[in-house]
T-cell receptor
Framework: KAGVTQTPRYLIKTRGQQVTLSCSPI?????VSWYQQTPGQGLQFLFE???????NKGNFPGRFSGRQFSNSRSEMNVSTLELGDSALYLC?????????????FGPGTRLTVT | EDKVVQSPLSLVVHEGDTVTLNCSYE??????LLWYKQEKKAPTFLFML????IEKKSGRLSSILDKKELFSILNITATQTGDSAIYLC???????????FGKGTRLSVIA
């Protein structure tokens, strides 16, 4: 079974631009969560989508948004990029059936904002 | 506010040493505690702990949870250079709510 894939793997943008990152979950997984990882803040939760609906949201400004498609693939968008948005963006998928469930992480997208 | 605190933040040991990584938490509702290993990019799952006092073991790695004192430890015996990684601890709430991660412990094992 293929793992979680994320594209692109690396991205360089300038301040003020916007960016869209993509995540394809493991086949059959319906939940996709997005995280931002920086050296100072560690792994911080952005949002989670389940069956095309945003189910949970972290404490990030409205410039960060996402969506999920009917095939469970998810995208996250960051508008009006700031230098502080430079980070590794990880997505994780899970089955999210009843009971305890494990998340599988993708390789991440390294975003650099200059 | 939920908090997950890992210590130490970084650690350098020699091959063959035994290390203990700590994770303490303060959360409103607790369902489980998870440990992940992050080498280059994607964190990979190590253990999920839900019950106090029961050790989970996988090869040279083991972990235990103390729900009364709100902490967990991850032990690695006979460390190898391949154990060099960031070890992340996360707490899961009941229901479909996001994991709360600690900032991680960066372990470097030198030959």
């Amino acid at each position: 079974k293929a793992g979680v894939t994320q594209t692109p793997r690396y991205l360089i943008k300038t301040r003020g631009q916007q960016v869209t990152l993509s995540c394809s979950p493991i086949s059959g997984h319906r939940s996709v969560s997005w995280y931002q990882q920086t050296p100072g803040q560690g792994l911080q939760f952005l949002f989670e989508y389940f069956s095309e609906t945003q189910r949970n949201k972290g404490n990030f400004p409205g410039r960060f948004s996402g969506r999920q498609f009917s095939n469970s693939r998810s995208e996250m968008n960051v508008s009006t990029l700031e230098l502080g948005d430079s980070a590794l963006y990880l997505c994780a998928s899970s089955l999210q059936l009843a009971g305890i469930d494990e998340q599988y992480f993708g390789p991440g997208t390294r975003l650099t904002v200059t | 506010e939920d908090k997950v605190v890992q210590s130490p933040l970084s650690l350098v040991v020699h091959e063959g040493d035994t290390v203990t990584l700590n994770c303490s938490y303060e959360v409103t509702n607790f369902r489980s505690l998870l440990w992940y290993k992050q080498e280059k990019k994607a964190p990979t799952f190590l253990f999920m702990l839900t019950s106090s006092g029961i050790e989970k073991k996988s090869g040279r790695l083991s972990s235990i949870l103390d729900k009364k004192e709100l902490f967990s430890i991850l032990n690695i015996t006979a460390t190898q250079t391949g154990d060099s990684a960031i070890y992340l601890c996360a707490v899961e709430h009941p229901g479909n709510t996001p994991l709360v991660f600690g900032k991680g412990t960066r372990l470097s094992v030198i030959a």
